[in-house]
């Protein structure tokens, strides 16, 4: 059964450093999502793609996130630089386009930062 | 603030009981889904309801969209120590948000 890849799994910064986060979607999916989840709360949207497009990141801090997804498949979340309050899970997901399709999740990125 | 009001935060029950857990909005959603989510890992999808006043089952879970399309709610008949989860529920108009979820604890 196709799953939607995310590495790594874990990862431990010191603040101010930089650090990345990776997505392989199911193939073929169109959609992809990028949320974040602090602990006890439940998942924020930060980034939604439509192919290689941004069709919403009203709700990514813009002045020390950033998201790509150049040749609309696979994506990457980057911080830079990172804050204590960045610590969370970062979970990515897809689908098949919008509105359509079930949303696979990720086993997301478990932030930590030191 | 989330946009969908997601009640109780916390439920701890014994093996055989029901339970049910709610999810509110003031907006109108396509569609709603309801996860369910082990710690470290995503969270699974249980159920997509679409349809208002749409009540779906799912083994011992039975689900209902309101008939406006703003709630939902997630009911557990003889819940089970495997049922021990976060259950989310997720509103889908293009973007999907979810609530804060239900912390459900079965105890043996």
């Known amino acids: 059964e196709a799953e939607v890849a995310q590495s790594p799994r874990y990862k431990i910064t010191e603040k101010s450093q930089a650090v990345a986060f990776w997505c392989d979607p199911i193939?073929?999916?169109?959609?992809l999502y990028w949320y974040r989840q602090i602990l006890g709360q439940g998942p924020e949207l930060l980034v939604q793609f439509q192919d290689e497009s941004v069709v919403d990141d009203s709700q990514l801090p813009k002045d020390r996130f950033s998201a790509e997804r150049l040749k609309g498949v696979d994506s990457t979340l980057k911080i830079q630089p990172a804050e204590l309050g960045d610590s969370a899970m970062y979970l990515c997901?897809?689908?098949?386009?919008?509105?359509?399709?079930?949303?696979?999740f990720g086993p997301g990125t478990r932030l930590t930062v030191l | 603030t989330q946009l969908l009001e997601q009640s109780p935060q916390f439920l701890s029950i014994q093996e055989g009981e029901n339970l049910t857990v709610y999810c509110n909005s003031s907006s109108v959603f396509s569609s709603l889904q309801w996860y369910r989510q082990e710690p470290g890992e995503g969270p699974v999808l249980l159920v997509t309801?679409?349809?208002?006043?749409e009540v779906k089952k799912l083994k011992r879970l039975t689900f209902q969209f309101g008939d406006a399309r703003k709630d939902s709610s997630l009911h557990i008949t003889a819940a089970q120590p495997g049922d021990t989860g976060l259950y989310l529920c997720?509103?889908?108009?293009?973007?999907?948000?979810f609530g804060a979820g239900t912390r459900l604890t079965v105890k043996p």
């Open positions: 997901a897809s689908r098949k386009t919008l509105l359509a399709g079930v949303v696979y």
């Open positions: 193939s073929g999916h169109a959609t």
């Open positions: 309801v679409v349809t208002g006043g």
């Open positions: 997720a509103g889908d108009n293009n973007d999907m948000r």
